[in-house]
């Protein structure tokens, strides 16, 4: 029943945020610009869970702090991307050691980051206290 519930979140997930992953390119740039193009990058912050494929059930917390969020803040999120396990090169540009981990990255860099098992509801206000702030310095 859990898998069928996660499952679930996932396709809602997908839905509600166009999910894609971004295969890493083989080299940075000469001005170190992470390994993947995010369309209005500089316009608004770029969210990236990275994700472990085989351990899905211990990141059903974030995919719900995530839809949370966009439920209270409708097109607040404007990117959200999915990294599986497989993306090697951008787990390393981030030096990802911990699966799940959410970070929320604009022009000037990391402006959050979450590693590990965390409450639903830890995420959201971590979330929340964030990006809203960050949003409210774009507009």
């Given amino acids: ?11 809602v997930f ?3 945020f166009g999910c894609q992953t971004n ?3 083989n080299q ?3 001005d170190d610009q992470p390994p993947f193009h995010v369309e209005n990058f500089y316009s608004s ?15 059903a917390s974030y995919y719900d702090a995530l839809l949370t969020f966009q ?3 409708p097109g607040q999120l404007s990117s959200v ?4 396990t497989t993306e090697k090169q951008l787990a390393e540009y981030y030096d990802i050691i911990v699966y799940p981990t ?13 590693e590990g098992f965390k409450e639903t509801n830890e995420i959201f206000s971590m979330l929340e206290d964030e990006l809203v702030e960050i949003i409210e310095d774009i507009s």
């Fill in 28 to 30: 940075h740039s000469d």
């Fill in 71 to 73: 439920r209270k803040y």
């Fill in 45 to 59: 912050p770029v969210t990236f869970l990275f994700s472990n494929d085989e351990r899905i059930e211990e990141e």
């Fill in 81 to 84: 991307k999915i990294v599986s």
């Fill in 23 to 25: 295969e890493a390119s």
């Fill in 14 to 16: 997908s839905i509600l």
């Fill in 102 to 114: 959410l970070l929320v990255i604009d022009e000037f860099g990391i402006k959050m980051r979450i």
């Fill in 1 to 11: 029943m859990k898998i069928v519930k996660l499952t679930i979140i996932l396709v």
